[in-house]
């Protein structure tokens, strides 16, 4: 489902870089798509925090992770209603996602190749990290189309690899139960 | 950078960025039947008895199809309508 919503989303910033701001901002609702998504994001982050939480660095990562997403969501609405001015405020987006990129890596305890999940979660960790060099570099040059679309494509790299989660798939000779199995003997 | 990059909008004329605007939501659709053809096991529905409630909720190609019916349907349509006003007026 997250996978689902990504993909949306990178398909709104693929095509809010094609037609430009004037025209992807005569819509309201379009305007206030992106942060309302972000924050509602970070908002739902809070349950998985508590929900999800197996262990400490668990908790914390999901908990930061939630912050940084309502962060940069309520202050990019800001923007957006033009409450807020000054274009450091753009600076929330690139910390959002370095954010969740290390909090992707930091409670993934297994290595690259140990399980699907394991891999979808390193993946999606480092995508995070380069992809906030994207929104960094669109925060000093706002109407660079190589930062838009950059942006765009982390997104659909993240609906790709969240897509091609599965827990019980075999992928790379481990899947969760054997690779419990073997880690026990 | 060179300037083709910097600009505020892709530089291509508007029945360009129409079409490509246009051309999203499809190419979404077309990715989300290749892949329920070639990776028929990622459809649950196939097999119903074998699978719990959530993987027959959640079919991925079938989300991946209907990401591409959502956005073409309901946001490249009014995208492309004020497209062609911007460039009218």
């Known amino acids: ?17 094609i037609v430009g701001d004037e025209v992807w901002n005569q819509s309201a609702w379009r305007r206030y798509f ?3 998504f972000g924050f509602v994001m970070g908002l739902a982050m809070w349950g998985v925090a508590v929900l999800a939480a197996g262990s ?19 202050a990019h609405l800001g923007l957006a209603r033009g409450k807020l001015q000054h274009r450091f405020w753009r600076l929330t987006m690139p910390l959002a996602l370095g954010v969740s990129g ?36 669109g925060a000093f040059r706002p109407s660079s ?37 073997a880690a026990s003997r | 950078m060179r300037p083709s990059l910097t600009r505020h909008r892709l530089d291509a004329p508007g029945s360009r960025r129409t079409a490509a605007v246009a051309a999203i939501g499809p190419l979404i659709m077309l990715a989300g039947v290749l892949w329920a053809i070639t990776q028929p096991d990622r459809l649950p529905l196939l097999d ?8 027959l909720a959640v079919e991925p190609p079938l989300l991946v199809l209907l990401a591409g019916i959502f ?8 995208l492309i309508h004020d497209l062609c006003g911007s460039e009218v007026g």
């Open chain 1, 34 to 36: 992106f942060p309302g």
């Open chain 1, 102 to 137: 290390l909090a992707f890596l930091a409670h993934e305890e297994h290595g690259w190749l140990y399980s699907r999940s394991a891999l979808v979660h390193h993946i999606c960790g480092w995508t995070l990290v380069v992809g906030a060099l994207f929104p960094l570099g």
């Open chain 2, 71 to 78: 956005f073409h349907r309901f946001i490249a349509s009014g």
């Open chain 2, 48 to 55: 119903p008895d074998a699978h719990g409630f959530w993987s």
């Open chain 1, 1 to 17: 489902m997250f996978a689902t919503g990504f993909l949306v989303l990178a398909a709104c910033l693929l095509a809010q870089a």
């Open chain 1, 145 to 181: 189309n190589f930062f838009r679309l950059g942006f765009a494509a982390t997104f659909v790299v993240l609906a790709i690899a969240l897509f091609a989660l599965r827990d019980s798939g075999p992928v790379l000779g481990n899947v969760p139960s054997t690779a419990r199995g």
């Open chain 1, 56 to 74: 400490t660095i668990h908790l914390l990562a999901h908990c930061a992770w939630a912050q940084v997403m309502m962060l940069a969501g309520g």
